[in-house]
């Protein structure tokens, strides 16, 4: 499947709308991870060699309910600046909309600021069209969503996908991967993974999973699993997806009094989680065993980690995948989000093929094969 691409607009002096992902993390009004943005920068830097008449980005940045100026796109403006040694007019979508800047690279605040942006609300749509003449998506990680600036604007201005999403799109196609495939999943939602679950027990060779989601495994399996959370709904639909010889679950868990901190920890078989204990992070027994399975896979892809990883004492599992991942030389695909920053945490990111920008999108390309977005901009 091909898709239309910024290359094959025309750009000069035409007005370009560009959807990026600017959801990074702020720590005390700043930009703590400035990943993403440095991720934007070959699209945009590719938009100024074409000399358009002028650039709009559009981003999100959180999920706030109305005007909230903790999430103000204002830090991103700052970083955006130095790193492309341009000025970056920061402004709001009314000022944009009222008295249009001529030229130049426009920089639009929090578009989740309005309540038509998830609404997907045509009127607002149409706004947002009104800002320029061709439409560039590149925000790879706000694909599965079905918003106005990346969804609802590209039925009305001439869509296309940028250089970032053409990368994404091209490390994640599974259809080209060597096999054996292998999946490790974590998650603590069965409920929100179970389709993903399904797609990828047909796609891939075995899927290992971790997170708190075993438990509704275990419950389907009859085991006893303490206080750990598992969803009661949707134990049946974990003992259907148990029939499949892909799937594998953990065979040894770590315990704890608390889950929120390392209290009576103990590695224990999963059939011997006691009853005032929680399971926080799957078992080091397992962890090898999974470790069997990788050493033959010809591609690997990691979604979620394996334990409650906010929490330092439940980590092991998690910080030992990664460094086994960082070593082996099968293709290795880091599927974004929490697992991205973990792997970034133990400096570790280079040693993988490909770390994904994304987290629900990813995974969701990776098992479904498509995105909403995708398929505007599909050539026939
Ligand atoms: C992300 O970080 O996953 C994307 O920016 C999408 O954000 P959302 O999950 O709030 O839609
Ligand atoms: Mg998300």
């Known amino acids: 499947m091909s898709f239309r691409t910024v290359k094959e607009l025309g750009l000069k002096r035409r007005k370009v709308v560009l959807r990026t992902d600017y959801n990074?993390?702020?720590?005390?009004?700043?930009?703590?991870?400035?990943?993403?943005?440095?991720?934007?920068?070959?699209?945009?830097?590719?938009?100024?060699?074409k000399s358009p008449k002028k650039i709009v980005i559009i981003s999100h940045l959180g999920r706030p309910k109305g005007v909230d100026k903790s999430l103000s796109l204002k830090p991103v403006a700052e970083v955006l600046e130095k790193k492309l040694r341009k000025k970056v007019i920061f402004r709001t979508l009314e000022e944009e909309v009222?008295?249009?800047?001529?030229?130049?690279?426009?920089?639009?605040?929090?578009?989740?600021?309005?309540?038509g942006e998830k609404e997907?609300?045509?009127?607002?749509?149409?706004?947002?069209?009104?800002?320029?003449?061709?439409?560039v998506n590149d925000a790879f990680?706000?694909?599965?969503?079905?918003?106005?600036?990346?969804?609802?604007?590209?039925?009305?201005?001439?869509?296309?996908?940028?250089?970032?999403?053409?990368?994404?799109?091209?490390?994640?196609?599974?259809?080209?991967?060597?096999r054996p495939i292998?999946?490790?999943?974590?998650?603590?939602?069965?409920?929100?993974?179970?389709?993903?679950?399904?797609?990828?027990?047909?796609?891939?060779?075995?899927?290992?999973l971790g997170g708190a989601m075993i438990f509704?495994?275990?419950?389907?399996?009859?085991?006893?699993?303490?206080?750990?959370?598992?969803?009661?709904?949707?134990?049946?639909?974990?003992?259907?997806?148990?029939?499949?010889?892909?799937?594998?679950?953990?065979?040894?868990?770590?315990?704890?009094?608390?889950?929120?901190?390392?209290?009576?920890?103990?590695?224990?078989?999963?059939?011997?989680?006691?009853?005032?204990?929680?399971?926080?992070?799957?078992?080091?027994?397992?962890?090898?065993?999974?470790?069997?399975?990788?050493?033959?896979?010809?591609?690997?892809?990691?979604?979620?980690?394996?334990?409650v990883y906010e929490v330092e004492d439940f980590r092991a599992s998690s910080e030992d995948m990664a460094l086994f991942?960082?070593?082996?030389?099968s293709k290795t695909i880091i599927g974004g989000g929490d697992t991205a920053w973990l792997v970034k945490s133990l400096g570790l990111r280079r040693k993988f093929d490909f770390v994904s920008t994304g987290g629900g999108a990813t995974l969701e390309f990776l098992a479904m094969g498509t995105l909403p977005f995708l398929k505007l901009v599909e050539k026939k």
């Open 24 to 49: 990074v993390p702020l720590s005390k009004g700043k930009v703590a991870d400035d990943e993403r943005i440095a991720a934007s920068l070959c699209t945009l830097k590719y938009l100024i060699s």
């Open 98 to 115: 009222k008295t249009p800047q001529k030229s130049g690279i426009v920089l639009l605040e929090n578009i989740r600021f309005h309540k």
């Open 120 to 135: 997907n609300n045509p009127s607002f749509a149409k706004s947002l069209a009104s800002l320029g003449d061709v439409f």
């Open 141 to 178: 990680a706000t694909m599965h969503r079905k918003h106005a600036s990346n969804y609802g604007i590209a039925k009305l201005i001439k869509p296309s996908i940028g250089l970032l999403v053409q990368k994404e799109l091209s490390h994640l196609s599974l259809s080209k991967a060597k």
């Open 182 to 208: 292998t999946i490790i999943m974590g998650g603590s939602k069965l409920s929100t993974k179970l389709p993903f679950i399904k797609s990828f027990l047909r796609k891939a060779d075995n899927v290992l």
């Open 216 to 307: 509704t495994f275990y419950k389907a399996q009859g085991l006893d699993v303490g206080r750990s959370l598992y969803e009661p709904d949707f134990v049946e639909s974990a003992s259907k997806l148990l029939k499949s010889k892909k799937l594998v679950l953990p065979s040894d868990v770590l315990v704890s009094r608390s889950i929120g901190f390392a209290q009576g920890v103990r590695y224990v078989d999963c059939n011997k989680i006691p009853k005032q204990h929680y399971g926080v992070d799957i078992g080091y027994r397992s962890v090898l065993d999974f470790i069997k399975i990788l050493s033959i896979s010809k591609t690997i892809i990691w979604n979620g980690p394996l334990g």
């Open 325 to 329: 991942l960082s070593a082996v030389s």
